[in-house]
């Protein structure tokens, strides 16, 4: 299986501390994207880097790539109750597919 | 906003039963996915389609299959339920793989049980 694997798997933390999450992967990629699931939903996409960078920013979010060791973090600074959520991140594979990981579960206690 | 929508939130069926989820999109995408989503195990990937009658198995295809006759439908269908399929089952569908913008938009979900 390509699946990539979270860690941690769960994560829990003060509002206002930042999180990190990481992701590694098995095989080549084009691009990372990390998704969010609030419980009992759909996912939705949060952030999207690609093969040839390193570092991608959107508002609270900072997500790095290191494609030598197959590997991305997320990182979520200031961190809210409403942050609180699964995190996923996915890498594409060969033909259309995308491969997700197991999710790390994070709590922001207010 | 693109929107997926997934006939169902609840549904419980009994062992044998013949099931059909229905997803829907509105965006004119290609490709469409089915996963089914465990504890412990994340996201796998059921089946996907990038184009109208076409099908493609993900890694766990058996005891499924699946029906695109129309570019904003995709149906998974449970030839005869088993305990074992019960599950969350999310819908997807994303616009053709062209190296720019391949991101997922995921309907609401089915949680399925089966009885």
């Known amino acids: 299986s390509q699946q990539g694997e979270e860690d941690p798997q769960a994560l829990s933390i003060q509002e206002g501390e930042n999180a990190t999450m990481n992701c590694s992967y098995k095989?080549?990629?084009?691009?990372l994207q990390w998704y969010r699931q609030n419980s009992g939903r759909g996912l939705v996409h949060l952030i999207l880097i690609r093969s040839n960078e390193r570092e991608k920013h959107s508002g609270r979010l900072r997500v790095t790539l290191d494609t030598s060791k197959k590997s991305s973090s997320l990182l979520i600074t200031a961190s809210r109750a409403a942050d609180t959520a699964s995190y996923f991140c996915?890498?594409?594979?060969?033909?259309?597919?995308?491969?997700f990981g197991t999710g790390t579960s994070l709590t922001v206690i207010p | 906003d693109v929107k997926v929508t997934q006939s169902s939130r609840y549904l419980v069926k009994r062992t044998g039963e013949k099931v059909f989820l229905e997803c829907v999109q509105d965006?004119?995408?290609?490709?469409m996915f089915w996963y089914r989503q465990d504890p412990g195990l994340g996201l796998r990937l059921i089946y996907f389609?990038?184009?109208?009658?076409?099908?493609e198995k993900g890694d766990i295809p058996e005891g499924y299959s699946v029906s695109r006759e129309k570019k904003e439908r995709f149906s998974l269908i449970l030839e005869s339920a088993s305990t074992n399929q019960t599950s969350m089952y999310l819908c997807?569908?994303?616009?053709?793989?062209?190296?720019?913008?391949?991101?997922?938009?995921f309907g609401s979900g089915t949680q399925l049980s089966v009885l």
């Open positions: 095989t080549s990629i084009n691009n």
């Open positions: 389609s990038y184009d109208v009658k076409m099908k």
């Open positions: 965006m004119d995408h290609e490709n």
């Open positions: 997807a569908s994303s616009l053709p793989w062209t190296g720019v913008d391949e991101k997922l938009f």
């Open positions: 996915a890498t594409d594979g060969t033909g259309n597919q995308f491969y």
